[in-house]
């Protein structure tokens, strides 16, 4: 109960950020109020967009695997715009996610597993940007091959999206962050 | 008529195999699927789009020296859509078995306005539907690709990607549904069902 933002939900009126801050009065009028999901927008929006990051890092796995064992070139372009596409969602769902981690007040080992997330969330970024430069490469020298080892790195990367899956769907399914009855437990000073 | 009268809910039957988030397990399937169901559509469609608009584009391809061609973002709109439509069966399968074990807390109405049950009833019957929607889609995608425009740069045709468009709105309309489900109705969410039954989530959930 010692985090800022706990503190300044328990007001009445609830401002979107710190409102220890000097400008927080010009904040709260720019800013909407906190809903009951403790966010300024109707409901999460992470969520969403890791939806791209998700379902294009996978299949894009998945397409690279089938080419390979089944001889098709062609899915190699497929699997090169899905894991392009995985790269520019993952920093949109970091922009959000840092928000909505912001005002998600985690509570016991909630916390624990909200850091992890981010961090592995950050990380994810670096190695889907270093791996769509070097699928960029190698379809600029021959766009029907990929060398095992790529494929062995998308393993990998498969293998890091279902961890950071599995961790994000604790912080919803198990400790229900931002969702009502949880926010209202917690402005209730229950949690 | 006379009036329904409620028996004892039939989920008590099960209720020593079940956690304290009303499954078997400690985390929902159906979710996760949905990841995959939304993230290939849309990215199908997008694509295919980009195969129509291919003229309006190239220069900004030969601008960022980014090697493109039409045939590729097709190839995308195909495979994708391909893939969307055989996970979707596992999606809306998951969600019927976890629907079928869902508690809703009581008295609570959404954002929208409905209550769980209609929520409920709109988000299953609804599923069924997207899925029907999106295995005909790639029917007409599949004979798009291999019959009627099989020799023509554009791969797909105009009425194809405004039906994928209008999928788009009634899927982010059946998404707010699900999430509603879930962050209002507290459907197997371990943390809100032990607030509803009164335990203390310092204990319970430490």
Known sequence: ?191 | MAPYISPDPPIEQLARQLGPNGLPYALPIHPNLVHLTIGLFVIAIAFDIAGALYPVEKRLFRFLALPVTRAGFHDVGWYNLVACAIVSFFTVAAGFYEMLLAVPLPGVTSSIGLQSMQTMLLHGVGGVLILLVIVAMTVWRGYQRFAWRKDMGRQVQWLYLLVGLGLFLVIGLHGTLGAELAAEFGVHITADQLLAAGADLREALP
């Not at chain 1, 016991?108 to 791996?131: F, K, Q, R, Y």
């Open chain 1, 1 to 191: 109960m010692n985090h800022g933002l706990t503190r300044f939900m328990l007001e009445p009126l609830p401002l979107p950020f710190a409102p220890h801050l000097p400008f927080a009065p010009l904040l709260a009028e720019l800013l909407p109020a906190l809903n009951d999901h403790n966010l300024p927008w109707m409901d999460t929006i992470h969520p969403i967009v890791v939806h791209f990051v998700i379902a294009m890092g996978l299949i894009s796995f998945v397409f690279d695997l089938i080419g390979v064992l089944f001889r098709r070139g062609k899915l190699f372009e497929v699997s090169f715009w899905n894991l392009l596409f995985a790269t520019a969602a993952i920093f949109v769902a970091i922009i959000f996610g840092q928000v909505e981690a912001g005002l998600a007040n985690p509570y016991g080992a909630s916390s624990e597993i909200l850091n992890l997330h981010s961090t592995i969330g950050w990380s994810l970024a670096g190695v889907l940007s270093l791996m769509s430069g070097w699928r960029y490469v190698i379809r600029s020298r021959d766009p029907q091959q990929i060398p095992l080892s790529f494929l062995g790195a998308g393993a990998l990367l498969s293998a890091l999206i279902v961890v950071q899956v599995t961790l994000g769907n604790q912080l919803i399914w198990v400790y229900g962050l931002h969702t009502v009855p949880v926010v209202q437990a917690m402005r209730d000073g229950l949690v």
